[in-house]
């Protein structure tokens, strides 16, 4: 018999990390294509679709456990076409089935597992099958497709047809009261754990994207809960388990209610958008806990997450080898987890015990809850003392408590860094690397880090120069030197929010011109013109089912539809382009009726609606030159506010500027006496132009 190495399927000749993880599987995987359906209708069978991503636990499990299994590899090989997909090479294909499988069992997740019909129509699925019930699932419906065919064939048929009747959401006529927000507020109040933050018990997620919708309804109505929420949730995550405390960033979920057991899987989205909702807080509060949060995510990503070219990496894997002789034997969290002994060790005693008392770190372990003993004299990192209680209790000063600690870190990382580093997956997605760019620019600015913004800048140069074709599409995603798969909502909705806070930060007219002219794309390729908002692939794209689906709800990921309103909202108030706004208006219209029967399930898009009903501040500095030190000074200040619902523009007094192709409106605004003149503007009303920063002040503390 073959050894497990010496197999191999057809997935030995993929792109994506996940599908070659499982290459030298026993089971027979085609990759999603023709020649997979193909065989399904001509040998009548049906079809199993997996599908996973490379960081993911559960598929680990699974692929180990039951893919890598000969016998039942054997059911599967005789009696169905296996299909695996990367959920993150082709979300158009995940959010179909996951859908459907949603609408079977009440529940999702991965690994999916779905069993199609040869034409593609799911009629069962689920997530994670132990292999003794994936066994039998696999024989009993081998066993009905063999006797009931025809019945299996109607239901999925009827199934299929129920899944795109409730994809085809109808146009609403009726405008979205402005009480959506109040009642969001009632129901995040509802759930929020006033102990620990969050807004579930376990397990919890950290919803980046609901914490800045609580900052925007603090801004609007004033209501100090609001904010409580937020800054409760922040300060809860920066100091529990979720963080890494050594290597920074976050990890992916908390398995209990009090941050401090997680899933140890890191997502560079989660990255992004919690940088993002740590650094809103940091505007608000000017509190220095907030900042440093945000400057360890981006420390993190530029170390671990950067590639060569310039773009970002997806993910990094929960799991790793305790021990690097035997690679293959990994654990979760191993990479990131200490016993006492190993902290003593590297410190020394007393370094080590003062240490253990700031992060709780005991000598049987810290992790009382652990039902797969996983953890057994393992310690987590989480922040049990404060420096102040730390400093007193060991009879120092809160200077030498902190340097003692510092130095104590970095010991410890040299040594996690000599251990065997989780899985990495390297695909670099555009919707994903949107996000990050645009974190990057508006940190960089809000952080007076100069390399933050230089590493956003690079990053959107690379995704530009390699996932954009000459026609102005996106390419979804780059890997092993190949850009391809065509790209979706996201790629254009998420890539145009990076663009057009890069330009804000850096004032470079290309990242503003990139961004109007994706954006044309976009409403060509994916607006429904019929009953508004965007379908999530483009219109010559395959289509998984009958019906173009359209998603609208915001899970860890904010939609394409939120984002995508979002920003033609931004290009209608920059340029004045009233089809930018049309188009974002008919796609709010257009979830009307749902976004009011369950608001917080829209938390994004209700970021957007919030945009669109408020006042914007227009903002737009006139120089000689970019270069300017005083612009400088001034877009400075201007970071230093929670701002919204701005746009920052910048124009020089050359009446030849390329600025004035996208932004005519701005022409009559022109130096004052010489000096550089910043005009602030609502709703292209303005106030008189002001030279000095404290006027500039003055204007933008005004409500």
Not at 158 to 180: C, H, M, R
Not at 262 to 273: I, T, V
Not at 450 to 479: E, I, M, Q, W
Not at 613 to 626: C, N
Request: aromatic share 10%; net charge negative.
């Amino acid at each position: 018999m073959a050894h497990a190495e010496e197999i191999t399927n057809r997935l030995i000749h993929e792109k994506s990390p996940y599908l070659l993880q499982h290459a030298h599987n026993p089971v027979d995987w085609y990759p999603w294509g023709d020649e997979a359906f193909l065989k399904a209708k001509k040998e009548g069978k049906p079809i199993l679709l997996s599908i996973g991503y490379s960081t993911c636990h559960w598929c680990h499990v699974m692929e180990k456990e039951s893919y890598s299994n000969p016998e039942i590899a054997k059911i599967i090989n005789r009696s169905f076409v296996a299909i695996k997909v990367d959920r993150e090479e082709r979300p158009d294909i995940d959010s179909v089935y996951m859908n459907a499988v949603q609408a079977m069992t009440s529940s999702g997740g991965w690994p999916l597992n779905v069993f199609l019909t040869p034409d593609k129509k799911p009629f069962y699925g689920g997530t994670y099958f132990p292999p003794d019930y994936l066994k039998r699932l696999l024989l009993s419906i081998a066993d009905s497709w063999k006797n009931k065919r025809s019945e299996i064939a109607q239901s999925a048929g009827q199934f299929t047809d129920e899944l795109n009747n409730l994809a085809a959401i109808s146009k609403a006529q009726e405008v979205i009261p402005e009480t959506v927000f109040d009642s969001a507020f009632e129901r995040l109040s509802a759930g929020y754990d006033s102990s620990y933050g969050g807004f579930s018990f376990a397990p919890k997620f950290p919803a980046p994207h609901t914490l800045s919708l609580l900052l925007r309804y603090y801004y609007k109505t004033g209501n100090k809960k609001a904010l409580e929420m937020v800054e409760n949730t922040l300060i809860h995550m920066a100091d529990g388990g979720i963080h890494d405390h050594l290597g920074g960033g976050f990890h992916r979920y908390s398995t209990d209610r009090e941050w401090f057991l997680p899933h140890f899987e890191k997502m560079l989205y989660d990255q992004a958008m919690l940088a993002r909702a740590y650094l809103e807080a940091y505007q608000i509060t000017e509190k220095e806990k907030y900042a440093q949060a945000a400057r360890d995510i981006f420390d993190y990503v530029l170390r671990d997450m950067t590639s060569p070219q310039g773009g970002f990496y997806s993910a990094e894997d929960a799991d790793s080898a305790p021990d690097s002789k035997y690679p293959e034997n990994k654990k979760e969290g191993a990479y990131y987890v200490w016993t006492k002994t190993e902290i003593i060790n590297v410190l020394g005693k007393e370094a080590g015990e003062l240490f253990s008392y700031r992060y709780g770190i005991k000598d049987g372990g810290n992790v009382a809850n652990d039902p797969r003993n996983e953890f057994k004299q393992k310690n987590v990192l989480s922040i049990s003392h404060t420096i102040e209680e730390t400093a007193k209790h060991f009879n120092k000063s809160l200077k030498d408590a902190g340097i003692s600690l510092s130095a104590s870190k970095q010991k410890l990382i040299l040594v996690r860094e000599k251990r065997s580093r989780p899985h990495q997956d390297d695909n670099v997605l555009t919707d994903w690397n949107g996000l990050i760019i645009s974190s990057l620019a508006s940190g960089g600015k809000i952080l007076h880090e100069a390399r933050y913004l230089d590493a956003s800048k690079k990053a959107a140069g690379f995704v530009l120069n390699t996932l954009k074709t000459k026609d102005v599409r996106l390419l979804h995603r780059f890997r092993d030197n190949s850009a391809d798969i065509q790209g979706f909502l996201d790629d254009y909705a998420f890539l145009i929010e990076g663009l057009l806070d890069l330009y804000e930060a850096t004032f470079e007219v290309i990242y503003f011109n990139e961004a109007v002219n994706l954006a044309g794309k976009m409403m060509r390729s994916f607006e429904d013109k019929t009953t508004g908002g965007f379908f999530f692939s483009a219109a010559d794209a395959e289509t998984i089912l009958e019906s173009r689906a359209k998603e609208y709800y915001d899970g860890a990921l904010p939609s394409g539809n939120s984002m995508a309103v979002l920003v033609l909202l931004r290009l209608n108030r920059m340029t004045l382009d009233k089809d930018f706004e049309n188009a974002a208006q008919n796609s709010l219209k257009s979830i009307t009726a749902t976004l009011l029967r369950a608001p917080t399930a829209f938390t994004q898009m209700l970021i957007a609606l919030d945009y669109s009903l408020s006042p914007t501040k227009e903002i737009v500095v006139v120089s000689k030159e970019a270069s300017d030190a005083i612009v400088e000074q001034i877009t400075s200040l201007i970071y230093s506010y929670f701002l919204p619902h701005k746009i920052l523009l910048f124009r020089t007094s050359n009446e030849n500027d390329p600025i004035l192709s996208l932004v005519s409106w701005t022409k009559g605004q022109n130096l004052i006496a010489g000096k550089i003149a910043i005009y602030v503007c609502e709703k292209h009303v303005c106030n008189l132009p002001v030279t000095e920063l404290g006027k500039l002040k003055n204007v933008l503390e005004r409500k």
